[in-house]
């Protein structure tokens, strides 16, 4: 199973901007998807965007014209953050799914937006 590791996290004024990183411990491959979740506390895991290996991202309407997901052309994904609001407090995972099916997650990093 892939390994992954994100940073970035942290804290910043409603706002302001953050990019988060989530680098994995292969090159992604033609058909794997992916992407961010966030979990606030008491709340569900949801989706915040997505991208797939052609380069066709996807963002849950909460994010869409503040954030902005990319990828290198090897292992990398990031996720620009802008005009931050105290909602998008959340534990962030970067996540990676085959074209099997089988998904990995990173271990999460901490956003938070307060004044």
């Known amino acids: 199973q892939v390994q992954l590791v994100e940073s970035g996290g942290g804290l910043v004024q409603p706002g302001g901007s953050l990019r988060l990183s989530c680098t994995a411990s292969r090159n992604i491959l033609s058909g794997e998807i992916m992407g961010w979740y966030r979990q606030a506390p008491g709340k569900e895991r949801d989706l915040v965007a997505s991208?797939?290996?052609?380069?066709?991202p996807n963002y849950a309407e909460s994010v869409k014209g503040r954030f902005l997901i990319s990828r290198d052309r090897a292992k990398t994904i990031y996720l620009q953050m802008n005009s931050l609001k105290p909602e998008d407090t959340a534990v962030y995972y970067c996540y990676l799914t085959t074209w099997i099916g089988s998904r990995s997650w990173g271990q999460g990093t901490q956003v938070t937006v307060s004044s």
């Open positions: 991208i797939y290996s052609a380069y066709s």
